[in-house]
């Protein structure tokens, strides 16, 4: 059986996963229930087998914190990707697309074109990647918190929290402009699609 991760599956999960187990390796380590000795038992394949699954499970169970702490940090201004693409483009300001949800769109893009669709998959996997990875540095902060009281290295913990806290925010604020470069991305692309005016218009009524 073959196990394959997709570009999206990598960016969006197993990439961000891999930092919770970053993070849960070092509390195991603190705790000592992970040590040198018992890992290196294990065979080296076997070992980044289980790496790359725990990364991808993980990321995909976490997606949901991911998607919280975006709604949480607050925005410093509020973008859409139609007015954006008009503010730009005003001859499209009454075409019929622009009514619609980007992620319909980008299906119609796949549909037309899947290599063209290619570039918004991408971006919108980066956006999320980079959104996704903010909880475990924001968890990472917390740990250099404690590490402050706790350890033995108070001024370093101290500015570990520091930028890894403005690390988690930055992300955020990052996934959220990707976001909205996939979105324009959608629909400078679909300004050029044949037809998609008259597959989505809706007839008015007689």
């Not at 992970?34 to 076997?46: D, E, K, N, Q, R």
């Not at 980066?126 to 250099?144: E, Y």
Request: proline fraction near 5%.
């Amino acid at each position: 059986m073959n196990f394959v991760i997709g570009v999206f599956d990598l960016f969006a999960y197993t990439i961000p996963g891999a930092l919770y187990v970053a993070f849960f390796g070092y509390l195991g380590t603190k705790l000592h229930i992970l040590t040198a000795a018992s890992i290196g038992g294990v065979p080296t394949v076997v070992l980044v087998v289980v790496i790359v699954v725990l990364s991808f499970l993980l990321g995909y169970l976490a997606y949901p914190l991911g998607d919280a702490l975006e709604r949480i940090v607050p925005r410093r201004r509020e973008r859409n990707a139609a007015e954006e693409f008009v503010r730009r483009m005003p001859a499209a300001k009454d075409r019929p697309f622009l009514k619609e949800n980007t992620h319909l769109l980008l299906c119609a893009l796949q549909l037309h074109d899947k290599e063209v669709a290619v570039d918004v998959t991408r971006l919108r996997a980066s956006g999320l990647m980079v959104r996704n990875c903010a909880p475990p540095l924001l968890f990472g902060a917390i740990a250099a918190i404690v590490e402050i009281f706790a350890g033995k290295h108070p001024f370093i913990a101290a500015g570990l929290a520091v930028l890894l806290l403005l690390a988690s925010l930055t992300l955020v604020s990052q996934g959220r402009k990707l976001g909205l470069w996939a979105g324009m991305k959608t629909l400078e692309l679909c300004f050029w699609l044949p037809e998609i005016d008259e597959k989505l218009a809706t007839d008015e009524p007689v």
